[in-house]
């Protein structure tokens, strides 16, 4: 069963509108979706995902709510041309919940869990071409490396990637209890005190396999240009590179222009268009916390256009 996380904060940021137009950016199983379309009985909500099975179950979900919906099989990367396909050039509100849901991580066959026996796969899209097994069998030593080290924030990225190399040259790797065994025996006893000893590798390998960083600040950009005055988008990340990218790019179109920033009086043209809803980011309630663990490392930032 999947919890949405921050759920009350994010729709409460949305300031939704009766008869407003809304894009929910990542659907998975709804859960922020029913809330908003519960909401805007008069307005019309956009849902995008690439998860064949979380649509279905969304669709299901969502009818017995209202019919004003659409939803868009696609990745977020390509929100501003399929919202254009079906006319749709300004909207009043965007939603982003960059987590796994727990649904995938649950099943055991989309190989996002350490802790289950699945075939290395990790891919949102099921039609994509490259999977996890791909990433950990033909990447070159230096380049899961990087990529473990970048993306996972991975303190023993070199023992790590050093050890798949070589485990490989004998077999390939195909499961995820396969490749959890081989960093277990890369890292030192100490580094297994805190978390799982996989859980950064495979967060670093999810990350590669659906481009996910790349994409963020492109469709962050594109939903800013989007927005209708008084129109806000919420953003929930799950790690401090994701989290980093949002408030770099919410800060560089809400601050005021360096060059005018200590006149008395700053013309119009030069203050910015947009305002930081919450300075500090919005994090779970002790209360969240205990009721779903995996929402520990949420983080919630709302931006509005003012003008």
């Known amino acids: ?11 409460e940021g949305l300031n939704l509108k009766e008869n407003g137009i809304y894009v929910d950016c990542t659907l998975g199983y709804a859960g922020h979706s029913s809330e908003i379309l519960k909401k805007i009985k008069k307005g019309h909500l956009f849902a995008i995902d690439q998860d064949k099975d979380a ?27 399929e919202l254009a396909k079906r006319n749709v050039n300004f909207v009043d509100g965007f939603l982003f919940d960059l987590g ?5 991580l649950d099943e055991k066959e989309r190989g996002f869990s350490y802790h289950n026996d ?3 796969d990790m891919r949102m899209d099921q039609d994509a071409e490259i999977s996890a097994y791909d990433v950990v069998n033909t990447y070159e030593e230096s380049k899961l490396r990087e990529i473990f080290f970048k993306y996972g924030e991975e303190k023993y990225s070199s023992s790590i990637a050093r050890n798949i190399v070589k485990y490989r040259k004998n077999k390939k790797i195909e499961t995820t209890l396969e490749l959890v065994d081989i960093i277990s025996k890369s890292v ?14 495979f967060q670093a390998i999810r990350i590669e396999v659906n481009n996910e960083l790349d994409i963020l600040e492109d469709s962050i950009k594109d939903a800013l240009g989007m927005l209708n005055i008084g129109g ?3 953003i929930i990340t799950f790690h401090s590179l994701e989290d980093r990218i949002v408030k770099n790019v919410f800060k560089e179109y809400t601050e005021i222009d ?5 006149l008395p009086i700053i013309p119009e043209e030069y203050l910015p268009n947009y ?30 256009r003012i003008r």
């Open 1 to 11: 069963m999947h919890i949405s996380v921050l759920l009350n904060e994010s729709i």
């Open 258 to 262: 360096p060059k005018v920033k200590g």
């Open 232 to 234: 806000r988008i919420c």
């Open 55 to 81: 649509i279905d179950a969304s669709r299901k979900r969502l009818q017995q709510i209202g019919d004003n919906f659409t939803i868009i099989k696609s990745n977020f990367k390509n929100l501003k041309e």
């Open 188 to 201: 030192p006893m100490k580094a297994k005190k805190d978390h799982h000893p996989a859980r950064k590798v």
């Open 100 to 104: 796994v849901s727990s649904v995938q």
């Open 275 to 304: 305002k930081l809803i919450n300075k500090n980011v919005i994090i779970p309630s002790d209360e969240e916390l205990a009721k779903n663990n995996r929402s520990r490392s949420a983080k919630l930032r709302i931006i509005e």
């Open 118 to 120: 699945s075939k290395l």
